[in-house]
């Protein structure tokens, strides 16, 4: 007898997140708290079904309209309404290469393609920490990824450090950048700070990649824009993932966009057609539901005041969590700083929680948290927030 084909395939690890929330699922504390997730949701745990999502897709659903192929690079009001929402006028649009991508992770995943095919020499660069799937989707795509410091040891931005690598890393390297939120820690660096950042970046000649996954989150659609437009503003190279996950409430739709901003128009189109092939061979075209609806969203001035309405309820929402717990930490903690809750922006927070105590708060009181200390504070609410402030406060003490 032959060996299996597959008698020597490896077992990988779980993914952590998963990992964590299969054993939330399994917990049968009736108190239990999910805080690992990285999706928003409201006061009673839901996930929303966004009302200007739901007229869109009543309206779409009243037309009919049969299921046909979307084109390799997407519907073209969906390409055109989100590069102009992300560029505004910081950019030249006839210059950006925009693709509709299957979620953020698509359009990373594009990214990176491209950038393989333009510089395949090139060393990716990502902040220490940052989004997990960051290193692993640039290393298969073939990219050695290094890290430059963004985490202090005093739980605060390490801009020294930032820029100290920043400004020795060879030209022609690609630097990854969180437009806003930064996931996990929750620090995003001030204007004055983009400004300094890419300067060096320009300087050096490195390729900016900014990964835009949760816009609306921070201050409002506008205000986080102001990196991309930062960078779009001296024309380019940029490359911009986009993700309406979070921001459209539209995760399992997967609903993103990759725009490359390029120096013409005929390199656009050079750029596009490369990116054309790269979606053909992965995938061949998008899906078409979730783009129509946000492309509907974007372009009826009803449904867009409304998505920002209810995006700016769900930002303020996070933002009283915040406000809240800091305040509960406070009163049980007296004496320490909790104000770096509140000054951290998006769904997450580093809660500054070791790795010790966040193994206690699983498993003494069934809160559960990254390792990391990674909370998600968009998982809080009016019901579980004294329990888990009560909880956290007491690892703190006695961990
Ligand atoms: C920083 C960051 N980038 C990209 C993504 C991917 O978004 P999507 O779910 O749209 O693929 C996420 C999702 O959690 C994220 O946190």
């Known amino acids: 007898m032959q060996d299996s084909l597959f008698a ?31 999706v ?52 030249d649009l006839a210059k950006v290469a925009t693709i509709q991508a299957l979620g953020g992770t698509g359009a990373l995943k594009l ?108 201050e409002g659609l506008e205000a986080d824009a102001f990196s991309v437009r930062l960078f779009a503003s001296d024309g380019g190279p940029l490359f911009v993932s986009f993700s309406f996950s979070k921001s459209l409430s539209l995760y399992g739709e997967r609903v993103g966009a990759l725009s490359v901003l390029t120096a013409s128009a005929a390199e656009r189109a050079r750029v596009l057609s490369q990116l054309k092939r790269i979606a053909r061979i992965t995938y061949s075209s998008p899906p078409g539901h979730g783009a129509a609806s946000a492309a509907l969203v974007l372009a ?15 930002r303020e929402r996070i933002k009283k969590m915040r406000k809240l717990l800091a305040e509960k930490l406070s009163e049980r903690l007296p004496g320490r700083d909790f104000s770096y809750i509140v000054r951290q922006n998006g769904m997450f927070s580093y809660s500054r929680l070791t790795a010790a105590q966040a193994i206690a708060l699983r498993e003494k009181y069934a809160v559960y948290a990254l390792d990391s200390g990674r909370i998600c504070v ?22």
């Open 111 to 218: 990214g990176a393609e491209l950038l393989r095919v333009i510089s395949p020499n090139a060393k990716v660069w990502i902040s220490d920490p940052s989004w997990e799937n960051h290193r692993a989707l640039f290393s298969a795509a073939g990219f050695a990824v290094e890290t430059y410091p963004y985490y202090g040891a005093d739980g605060e931005l390490d801009f020294a450090g930032l820029v100290k690598t920043l400004a020795a890393i060879p030209a022609g390297d690609i630097v990854l950048l969180h437009a806003c939120c930064h996931n996990p820690t929750g620090l995003d660096l001030s204007h004055d700070q983009w400004r300094q950042i890419a300067k060096i970046v320009r300087e050096r000649g490195l390729t900016p990649f900014l990964d835009t996954a949760y816009m609306g989150f921070a």
């Open 40 to 91: 928003y949701q409201d006061e009673n745990g839901k996930v929303p079904l966004l009302a200007c999502v739901k007229q869109a897709e009543e309206a779409l659903l009243s037309k009919t309209a049969p299921h046909t192929y979307v084109p390799i690079d997407g519907l073209p009001a969906y390409d055109s309404a989100v590069a102009q929402m992300v560029f505004s006028d910081s950019a």
């Open 8 to 38: 020597n395939v490896q077992e990988l690890p779980r993914d952590p997140i998963l990992g964590l929330t299969e054993a939330f699922v399994a917990d049968k504390a009736p108190h239990r708290v999910n805080l690992g997730v990285g």
């Open 378 to 399: 968009a998982a809080l609410n009016e019901k579980n927030i004294d329990y888990v402030s009560e909880c956290v406060a007491k690892v703190m003490t006695e961990v």
């Open 300 to 314: 009826d001035p009803a449904l867009r005041k409304q998505w920002d309405d209810e995006l700016g309820g769900m």
